[in-house]
């Protein structure tokens, strides 16, 4: 699985996350397959509509907290045929491939605490490549995981 994490930016509320590569929709004619393979090759360089190829789209899912702004994430899932190059863009911090095997085993599967203003706050994470996944990635992640079972 391709992930990337966000450069630091004060004004991105999810700033320093991992996230699956992807962005916003500008053209609402645009479909979310074309959406995350324009931005998937833009953020890392990895050109989903050659390379890649369209297994669906999930379930959409939203962010919980209403201190981040109010947006439809609608996760497509592409399957490469290998570890292919990727080159992230000045807006990413970090483009990693990690195995899914890594990614989907219930060993790696741990609370992380964030620390909020309000207070600590727990949240089900999974631990893998290196990477802390957690929020709208990790709800993504268990999508996928369902549909295997």
Same mark, same amino acid.
């Given at each position: 699985m391709l992930f990337v994490k966000r450069l630091e930016r004060a004004s991105d509320p999810w700033s320093g996350h991992v996230a699956f590569p992807g962005g916003f929709r500008g053209d609402p004619r645009e479909s979310p397959v074309a959406t995350a393979q324009r931005e998937t090759e833009e953020e890392t360089g990895l050109p989903l509509g050659?390379?890649?190829?369209?297994?669906g789209v999930l379930d959409d899912v939203f962010p919980r907290s209403v201190h981040l702004p109010r947006v439809v994430v609608t996760p497509c899932v592409f399957v490469v045929p290998d570890r292919?190059?990727?080159?992230?863009?000045?807006? &990413?911090?970090?483009?990693? #491939?990690?195995?899914?095997?890594?990614?989907?085993n219930p060993a790696n599967r741990r609370p992380f605490?964030?620390?909020?203003?309000?207070?600590p706050v727990?949240?089900?994470? %999974?631990?893998?490549?290196?990477? %802390? &996944? #957690?929020?709208?990635?990790?709800?993504? &992640?268990?999508? %996928?995981?369902?549909?295997?079972?």
């Open positions: 050659k390379a890649g190829t369209v297994l292919l190059p990727v080159n992230p863009t000045s807006e &990413i911090e970090l483009a990693l #491939w990690v195995p899914v095997s890594e990614v989907v605490t964030l620390a909020l203003p309000t207070g727990e949240f089900s994470s %999974i631990h893998a490549g290196g990477l %802390i &996944i #957690w929020g709208l990635t990790e709800r993504v &992640i268990n999508q %996928i995981v369902s549909l295997t079972q």
